[in-house]
């Protein structure tokens, strides 16, 4: 469940980003009036201090304080300020105190970390700054040239990126490169594609690089219907017409390259190094450049749509290029293809196919919707939807309708969607195709379409949550919404048991019991069952093996042997066995 205090922070997260920036741009201590958190507890003593630092944070000892600083971290803003010292103090007047100052310089070292130096990896001499722009340039040109229409497949899961912005060129020794415009990388590990299509496809709140292209959007073109004070502000409602002007610009105007770099701190070292070589060069941009429209200033200063690290002193070393080359010959991309280079066979009508899949712990709010939305409703379920819509109202206790909402799909982060998250490409056209409907079974909503805007919410389909369910009837829904359906083959992606008397999680449980009924009614199915794990241990291990599954069933073309061969003989994905158990009716 979420926590009473973070739920507070979470209703105020607005005031208190406005409030860090407020400290940064003018380097004070700012206070935030935060009385209303005594409706969230009945404490002797509300004083709490918690300090966010670049290798995390420090303090937060009493548990408000600590919801405090892991709510503020998690947001998509402190991407951009986690190199500064935030101390957030909550006193005895119910004043939240904001004070912010740069941390020390850190560094990078295979073994220790060495303070207030640059690591020397080799003791070589140091060359000009424009010396190593050339090397950089020469090395990324190697690269492949991604555009809008990249394969998720071809990226690594861990890197960093360099963007090129179309008509943007700069000279070095006399040789005229096209200019890097902005550097970026991820804080958690295997986020790396989810950061680029939610620079492509997401909107102002999952994506700070869409929040600054936009501000440049309103300026230069003068929309004072638009206030780019309030466009700036994180996790506050966004513009549908800025937001395709937006997705315009990526389109035409941005590609990249990208580097394999599995850990964060080389990571988040080369970052800082390579932003720092560039904002602090002799390279500057087109007079028609967009940033020079953006909102913020260090961006037309940098000439680079950064803000962290644009004032570093740390920057990219001779020494710091050989690890750079290391982690270009060590990435591997793999070959791009497209719908257009997969055969087809002409002619032949694709049966319809229902997939179920359950939802999960670990999710992101991120605002990124996938148009066109698709949701569950009256149409679908016109017998049972007074009793789904009943059964969310009695879950809103544990749904965050503050948080932004979000495709249902791109909302859930953890296991299984981490096994096919770099397919979402593959679902979305087979989706938007009408070959295959994906739903997830939710236990904050019942049951959603994978394309529906939801809000984030803490609930697991157990115990009393899934009592309740029972009692509105979610296998009535399902079943309901097959036969509206009628697909040729209907298949579950599921853990845990298909009985109710077992107290582990009731996802499979509801979709078998869905769809039982739904054969019973008269629906015949060329194939249908659930995809169920046989052997093994480990709830995450599980249900990333069953997400493999469902991704290699897509990308198989839901071919009938593949289907056969786990009916008969299983599978085997590290220490766990995947069966499919085909349902026909009631036994």
Known sequence: MVSKYKRYWLSIINKIHDGIQEAIDNNTKVLLDIKDIKNYG??????????LTPNGIKGGEMAHAMALGKTVMA??????????RIQLKINSSFMLEIDVSDTEIRTYNKTKPVLNDRPKLFNDR???SKSILEQLYQTLDKLPLFDHSYDPKALPE?????????????QINGKVWNRIVRIGTHNADNRFRDRIRNHYKGNKNSSVFRTHVGSAIIQKNKISAIDVTDWMKHMTPTNKDIEKLIDIVFKNEFKFRCVSVPTKKERLYLEEGVIALLSNSELKSTPNWLGNYAAKQEIRNSYLWNIQHVNSSNLLKESDMNLFQDKI??????????????????????????????CCGSKYPSGEIIKPERKINVQDLSNTWNNLEMGRNTMKYCIEDFSPQ?????LYTGSPYQAFRSNYNKIEDLVKSGRMRLIIISAGYGIVDAFE?????????????????????????????????????????????DNWSNPSSKYRYFFTEGLKLAIKSGFKPKISGCF?????????????????????????????SFIIDLTEVGRWDGNVKIRFDEILGVK
């Open 42 to 51: 009945n404490r002797g003593n509300w004083y709490g201090t918690v300090e």
């Open 75 to 84: 947001q998509e803003f402190y991407y951009e300020i986690q190199d500064k």
């Open 126 to 128: 140091e060359l000009d």
């Open 158 to 170: 861990n890197g960093i990126y360099f963007f090129f912005e179309e008509g943007e060129k700069c």
């Open 329 to 358: 010959r060590s990435t591997q991309f793999i070959e791009q293809t497209t719908l257009s280079t997969i055969p087809v066979e002409s002619g032949l009508k694709k049966e319809k196919i229902l997939c179920f899949i359950p």
């Open 406 to 410: 979000t495709s249902a799909l791109y």
């Open 453 to 497: 805007p939801i809000n984030n919410y803490d609930a697991q389909l157990v115990g009393q949550v899934a009592s309740k369910w029972k009692e509105f009837g979610l296998s009535n829904s399902i079943a309901e919404i097959i036969i509206k359906e009628n697909p040729e083959s209907v298949y579950g992606f599921f853990a845990g048991q």
């Open 532 to 560: 169920y794990r046989e052997e093994g241990r480990g709830v995450k291990a599980i249900l990333n093996s069953l997400g493999r599954v469902f991704r290699d069933l897509i990308l198989s073309d839901f071919n009938d």
